[in-house]
């Protein structure tokens, strides 16, 4: 079987050649790096990847994650690939140096991390969970909390989690349960006793590590033990599972989640404070809980899009060599010789599809990337990055998917094997429209944050697809699909409009529809973009793959011939509303 | 957790109310039954699936299925919960009375399979390719091969498989290496000596009957020892796991499958002839093999889709039950009452799609079935069976696939572990669109066999379609879908007529999306049809779901809202056909 994770040629082009990666080098804070830096550091992740997160691919599948005497033990190769991850320095590739990180540009360290989640999904779900837990410390915490509690996870000794959800909330954060009682102040700041349940907690309970931190959205009593309703209430919470003093702190796993896929990253439901309480300490102010989450979501959110868009690659790479390889089946009479299959229209079909949604999502989700290292200097990068988090979530997680499920159809029953790394990659990918905000969560983000609401994104978007637009009209090869795009981005926005008009509870029924409407003309707009470089750097010797750059191009006209009519379809359900807010729950 | 299997007030409404079953109570070979037995029967289906079938779902898919010394061992619960299926004499419902069988019509007895698919697929698959195997024997088998290999299946003392595929021989029948050697002739008929490699052989083993009877395809060596080329060369052997004379045959599991769900039903390598050559008898003619796998291939392929919509509409219900009782979010402020998730538009499009794709497969699976009762007699029903066949494969095991994906995510992260239900049937039907020819192959059976060539089945397609039209025309509330299936039998045919203008190669470069449009444009019209008679019944007391019939109204509904648009998508790619053919495989 191949063991192609991800082309570095293809990111390369992506990197350099679509997106300038190599300008972000004129930016004061990465003065310090090269593109010599930032290509030892692709090879680095390429590496490792391929040595230590591949090798226990099927094994963190098929090692069934125990719980005993209040211990959760995880395989022990998977421990010991992150344990490599982290003395290579890889924790902190994205972190900046005065945070005692390698200072790489989240465009460059997203692309490093595309490798591990292709290579092993449930392995790297930690280090993206650790990432994005000091990563929030830094930004709102304390300089006491940020030594205490982000250096170690920056320097990949310890590991971190975020304790959103709890049994009776999951998405309606609302509704959270879990109470901190004040306790007091220390040099680490004000000082909790946290007690609640949390669920769905990834990597909250493991042998990986010496210690565990806990991020814990929790809500502070008032003096009457009444909690305050509503999100506003919520406050964020360090809550390590080892305390400064080396005690354990009173955290209990009360339970393992046994999932479809991604089945090496441990899931647990945790009992904070069956004793006396955990000790936790307050991040920033009161009350700023869910703001500060939500601050700190863009990142986490590509990191899904990413994850999925690399399961989706490498079921893809997956699925040509297999395809290239098999042969059955003839083109012309009986008696010609079988051929390979990808030489059949239905196999290339499925290629094609394949290539369009898993190399679109990584483009997407590398666009994003290049986004957030912009967003600070650039109001516009940030506005178009607002708006497009809930598509480059959910894209990358709903048609990555597809080509998961499209790698297993080239397989034929093989692929429904366990025998074949398709069969894993598909039920790994399954989580990624489920979890960091349900697919009809992102709809309902985008449509009543970002289309309802004034928005600036829109305006910038609208900019960036015309120029688009506009070089592509100066190549006889792509002028038609310009039209094509310019039609359905009026198309798009006509909707939107409408939306606008109609009542909140309206527009939302159909929020979901929406996101896949303006999802597809991103990818859409992203291909096209992606096929006026590939037409520009035709000439260039683009490694292996020689057909690099025009397979670019037949992959964005395939995207415009077979997916870009959905657009009408699912703008036209906009119309048909009514069917749904009226139907009654009896008829179901 | 809900035991909702299926709703028995749902299949009266289809068969009775719908499909006029009790019509076919008019025809002879009908006379012995009555709507009493019918109902018998289906009583019966519904309670042995619900106290053998269902207790055993988990275990199913849980336990590995062993191979030692040459034996393969299943979940003696499965094993169990069949033995109870062929005491009652349910292997024998669809057989007529001369066989030994209940003479049940197809129709009734497809509906009550639908009740052991949705409780355990699995273990339902042994006595589905049993039927299949004893069907295909009782047609095309002399009186001593029925007696002797038919009639214990009918019984239910032994089962049967189908062995086509080898490992270089999937989908190409016409590349089967098996080779049978004329052995002599006895009362059984031509005896062979059979030595070949068969690959995805469900139920090729087991332990569950003391005998098991497999049918092969195998080639006859000319006398200088070449094979016939093609498939014109393939003829059908009865080669039984115990020889009539007690013997063991010469036939070796040479290993099992472990396959990401359908996990209960075994699926076996099976080596024929490592000793001297397993004994086999020719069924009828030399060559004569593939036609009668495909005269047989009706039922088969209707079963597959029964069993697709079957597991789909159980996760239809877990869904809506789950939806119904789990209480989160709020319709209005943040003050008021969180509400069950059913309240939520974004849950509601979802079940409704699940209701269309569930409720849509089963409609059509048994609009096929009834098609099946009356093949003999009406050429219409034969003609437009043929042209449905591909659909009534695929649409079920694609699209009730799909309300499976969108049962877990209605359950969110609960969907995703393996204590809901709905995970389960996800992997389990993630099989459908593979095996019994692959979503791939049947569009290629649907353009190149009934679209490209002249065939009887579209004119009657279209007075059926036109008859529903007619009937929605004068229905107030249902006239304005009248329009818009109208309009897309319009376009369909339009693409239709066009194929037939490009040459072959062209034509098939889009089959699959034209079986999809295909298939979206029958399942409306179907869904009009039940609309039309759910109006007509609405004055009906319809059981515990006193909405069953204003429910149709409103799934009838939201598939032309949110479905049909597809079509036009569908179609449109077809004239985009030119980038697939051109695509080279260096740009993969």
Redesign the interface.
């Known amino acids: 079987m191949a063991t192609t994770i991800l082309r570095r040629e293809d990111v390369d082009f992506l990197l350099y050649d679509w997106l300038a990666a190599d300008r972000l080098l004129t930016q004061p804070r990465y003065c310090a790096h090269s593109r010599e830096t930032f290509d030892g550091f692709l090879d680095l992740c390429a590496d490792l990847a391929r040595d230590a997160f591949l090798p226990c691919f099927k094994a963190s599948d098929e090692f069934e994650i125990k719980l005993a005497d209040g211990e959760v033990t995880v395989l022990p190769q998977l421990a010991e690939a992150l344990k490599q991850y982290a003395e290579l320095g890889l924790s902190a590739a994205s972190f900046p140096e005065e945070r005692g990180g390698a200072g790489l540009p989240f465009l460059i360290s997203t692309a490093g991390l595309a490798w591990f989640a292709a290579a092993n999904f449930s392995a790297t779900a930690y280090a993206l969970l650790t990432a994005a837990n000091a990563r929030l410390i830094a930004a709102f915490g304390s300089d006491e909390q940020v030594s205490t509690f982000a250096l170690p996870q920056i320097e990949g000794r310890w590991f971190g989690t975020m304790c959103l959800?709890e049994p009776?909330?999951?998405?309606?954060l609302?509704?959270v349960l879990t109470k901190a009682w004040p306790d007091g102040r220390d040099y680490l700041g004000d000082r909790y006793r946290l007690n609640g349940n949390k669920?769905?907690i990834s990597g909250g309970a493991h042998d990986i590590t010496e210690n565990i931190v806990h991020l814990v959205l929790a809500k502070i009593p008032a003096s009457d033990g009444t909690l305050p309703?509503?999100?506003t209430g919520l406050s964020l919470f360090i809550v390590p599972a080892v305390l400064p003093s080396g005690e354990r702190n009173d955290i209990a796993v009360a339970g393992l989640?046994?999932?479809?896929?991604n089945r090496g990253t441990a899931n647990c439901l945790l009992n904070f404070g069956e004793r006396d309480g955990a000790v936790g300490w307050r991040i920033g102010k009161e009350g700023d809980g869910l703001r500060q989450m939500f601050m700190m979501m863009n990142e986490a959110r590509i990191s899904v899009g990413l994850c999925a868009a690399a399961i989706a690659t490498r079921g893809y790479y997956l699925a040509?060599d297999y395809?290239?390889g098999r042969?059955?089946?003839?083109?012309g009479n009986?008696?010609s010789a079988?051929v390979?299959i990808?030489?059949?229209?239905?196999?290339?079909?499925?290629?094609?599809a394949q290539?369009c949604y898993a190399e679109g999502s990584l483009a997407l989700c590398f666009y994003g990337a290049a986004l957030v290292d912009r967003e600070h200097e650039d109001p516009d990068s940030a506005a178009l990055l607002a708006l497009l988090i809930p598509v480059i979530k959910t894209w990358p997680s709903e048609f990555g998917l597809k080509a998961n499920?499209l790698a297993?159809?080239v397989h034929?029953?093989y692929?429904?094997?366990?025998?074949f790394d398709v069969?894993q990659l598909?039920?790994d990918n399954?989580?990624n429209?489920?979890?960091e905000g349900?697919?009809?969560i992102q709809?309902?983000d985008l449509v009543a944050r970002k289309i309802l609401r004034p928005a600036k994104g829109w305006s910038v978007l609208k900019e960036r697809i015309h120029r688009t637009i506009d070089a592509a009209r100066a190549n006889p090869d792509l002028q038609d699909l310009a039209g094509h795009l310019s039609g359905g981005l009026d198309d798009v926005e006509r909707v939107k409009d409408a939306m606008k008009d109609m009542d909140e509870?309206e527009a939302?029924?159909?929020?979901?529809?929406f996101l896949f409407a303006f999802g597809h003309l991103v990818v859409g707009w992203l291909w096209l973009d992606l096929a006026v470089t590939a037409c520009e750097r035709a000439d260039l010797a683009l490694g292996e793959?020689?057909?690099l750059a025009?397979?670019k191009v037949?992959?964005c006209?395939?995207f415009?011939?077979?997916e870009m009519?959905?657009v009408?379809?699912?703008l036209?359900?906009i119309?048909?509303r009514e069917?749904?807010?009226?139907?009654?729950?009896?008829?179901?």
Request: charged fraction near 20%; charge should be positive.
């Open positions: 959800s009776q909330a999951g998405s309606s609302a509704d669920m769905w309703q509503g999100s989640n046994h999932k479809m896929g040509v395809a290239k042969v059955q089946g003839r083109l009986a008696g079988p390979p990808i030489e059949h229209a239905d196999v290339k079909a499925m290629l094609l290539k499920d297993i159809q034929g029953g692929g429904y094997t366990r025998d069969e598909y039920r399954r989580l429209p489920i979890h349900t697919t009809g709809g309902i509870k939302l029924a159909n929020a979901t529809s793959h020689d057909d025009p397979g037949v992959a006209k395939y415009y011939a077979y009519p959905r009408a379809a699912w036209s359900c119309t048909g069917c749904i807010l009226e139907a009654p729950t009896s008829v179901f």
